[in-house]
C-alpha cells in the first residue's frame, strides 16, 4: 500500500504555534483547516460548522416534507412518525 501525498492531507490540533511538516515521498502535505470525511466537516475549530451544516441540511428535509405535514387528510401520529425517521436522522447523523 502506497500514501499518495496528492490525496493526502494534514491537519494539527496544535494550539502551540508550532509549524508541523510532514514530507511524503519527498512532497510536503498540504496543510489545511477543515476536510469532509464520512459525510462529517472536521475542522481545527469545534463542532460549530458541523452543528450549522446539519441544522441547515434538516432544514431543508422540513421544508420538502412541508406539503405532507400540512396536509388534513394525514393523521398527525404518521407525520409525528415521519418527522423522527426522516428529518431527525438527518439531525443527529453522525453524531456521537
Same mark, same amino acid.
Given at each position: 500500500? &502506497? %500514501? =499518495? /501525498?496528492?490525496? !493526502? ?10 509549524? !508541523?511538516? *510532514? ?9 489545511? !483547516? =477543515?476536510?469532509? @470525511? #464520512?459525510?462529517?466537516?472536521? !475542522?481545527? &475549530?469545534?463542532?460549530?460548522?458541523e452543528? #450549522?451544516? $446539519? ?5 431543508? /428535509?422540513?421544508?420538502?416534507?412541508k406539503? %405532507?405535514? *400540512? ?8 407525520? *409525528?412518525? #415521519?418527522? $423522527?425517521?426522516?428529518?431527525?436522522? *438527518?439531525?443527529? @447523523?453522525?453524531?456521537?
Amino acid at each position: 500500500m &502506497e %500514501i =499518495s /501525498a496528492e490525496k !493526502t492531507k494534514l491537519m494539527s490540533n496544535n494550539t502551540g504555534g508550532i509549524n !508541523t511538516e *510532514i514530507k511524503v515521498n519527498g512532497q510536503k502535505l498540504e496543510t489545511v !483547516t =477543515s476536510f469532509e @470525511y #464520512l459525510g462529517s466537516v472536521i !475542522t481545527d &475549530e469545534g463542532s460549530k460548522p458541523e452543528l #450549522l451544516c $446539519r441544522i441547515a441540511q434538516a432544514t431543508a /428535509a422540513l421544508t420538502r416534507l412541508k406539503p %405532507i405535514l *400540512i396536509d388534513k387528510s394525514i393523521s398527525l401520529s404518521s407525520k *409525528i412518525r #415521519l418527522m $423522527r425517521s426522516l428529518d431527525t436522522s *438527518i439531525f443527529l @447523523y453522525a453524531c456521537e
